[in-house]
């Protein structure tokens, strides 16, 4: 799995007039604690026309970073039909946006991690290694 892609595939679901939030973004990948990771892509997202990173916000409201400014970020959140006051999003109650299609991947590999965990060995079960061999193969090439 990209995790970089994943989170762009959902960012890419906030529709236009909507917002959401990091920790939205994070729960909707299947652990909230992926929320610093989410900011970390979203920063680094090289087409806010086709990923719209600055749909997503901080959790009380406020706009949050954006890699081509805060200017631009509130003039494409206008533009969004959304009101921006003071650096925070007017109404966010009523336009937030969690609705996410997803299959919550983070939960999914935790679960594949813990059941490889449970075979993991620290503990040496041969005994006393008392001899090592091993032998070098070499081919020549032939015509």
């Known amino acids: 799995m990209d995790l970089i892609e994943e989170i762009y595939r959902l960012v890419r679901q906030v529709p236009r ?6 920790g939205a973004v994070a729960r909707a990948l ?3 604690i992926a929320s610093r990771a989410v900011g970390l892509a979203l920063n680094l997202n090289p087409d ?6 600055y749909r997503i916000i901080a959790s009380d409201g ?3 970073g954006f ?10 959140l206008r533009r969004d ?19 996410f299609d997803t299959d919550y991947p983070l939960k ?3 679960k594949e991690q813990m059941r490889l965990s449970r075979k993991v060995r620290l503990k040496d079960e041969l005994g006393e290694i008392r001899y090592v061999a091993g032998f070098d193969a070499g081919y020549s090439k032939s015509d």
Do not use: A, H, Q
């Open 17 to 22: 007039g909507r917002v959401s939030t990091y």
């Open 30 to 32: 299947g652990d909230i």
């Open 48 to 53: 806010p026309d086709r990923t719209p990173c």
């Open 62 to 64: 406020s706009i949050g």
């Open 67 to 76: 890699s081509r400014g805060i200017e631009e970020k509130i003039e494409r």
């Open 81 to 99: 039909g959304i009101e921006v006051r003071n650096g925070k999003v007017m109404n966010f109650g009523e336009v937030f946006f969690d609705d």
């Open 108 to 110: 999914r590999l935790r």
